[in-house]
């Protein structure tokens, strides 16, 4: 049975990203800001699978879906 809520940093883990607080500030500076007619999956930094589990996760608003939309928040920013 999945876990109905996850931690910020196991969405990285998740992805095949490191998941270390210093790992995730790095990425989120790297690739931000991302423009507000981008959808996540739809960024270019993403691999064909991380972007289908992004997807995957918004369409089926399961338990990953809060910190996805986490992460979309994070990455449109200045």
């Known amino acids: 049975m999945e876990k ?6 196991e969405l990285f883990a998740q992805l095949g990203l490191p998941c270390d607080a210093a ?17 996540l999956p739809d960024a270019g930094f993403w691999s064909p699978a991380q972007a289908a589990f992004l997807r ?6 399961n338990g990953w879906a809060q910190q ?8 449109r920013q200045p």
């Open 23 to 39: 790992s995730i500030a790095q990425f989120v500076r790297t690739h931000s800001p991302l423009p507000g007619d981008v959808g």
């Open 4 to 9: 109905t809520q996850h931690a910020f940093h």
């Open 68 to 75: 996805v939309d986490a992460l979309s928040q994070a990455l």
């Open 56 to 61: 995957e996760s918004l369409l089926q608003d």
